[in-house]
């Protein structure tokens, strides 16, 4: 079992590369474009995803998560490992 160290929303910057392992060596990695705030005050994130495996590697295009979330979810690129 591996554990990570969870991110804090002060950890995300733009222009910085995150990452979220997944099974069979595919990599998920998102490319921070914009941190702001939506109209009701809740700080979000927009960021390029892309897949990465063994053979192949996919642009998935542009998506938007809470920031709260994607802390959660992601782990800077050094830091990733197997969930």
């Known amino acids: ?3 990570r160290r969870r991110m ?3 950890e995300v910057k733009e222009g910085a590369v995150y990452r979220r392992l997944h099974r ?3 990599v998920e990695q998102a490319e921070v474009v914009w941190i702001g705030t939506d109209h009701f ?4 994130v927009r960021y390029e995803v892309s897949f990465i495996g063994p053979d192949h590697a996919e ?3 542009v998506r ?4 709260q979330s994607f ?3 992601y782990s800077p690129h050094s830091a ?3 969930a």
């Open 64 to 67: 938007m998560l809470a920031l």
């Open 71 to 73: 802390a959660e979810r």
């Open 41 to 44: 005050g809740i700080p979000h």
């Open 59 to 61: 642009a998935d295009g």
């Open 80 to 82: 990733a490992v197997p």
């Open 8 to 10: 804090t929303c002060d």
């Open 24 to 26: 069979h060596n595919l």
């Open 1 to 3: 079992m591996f554990f």
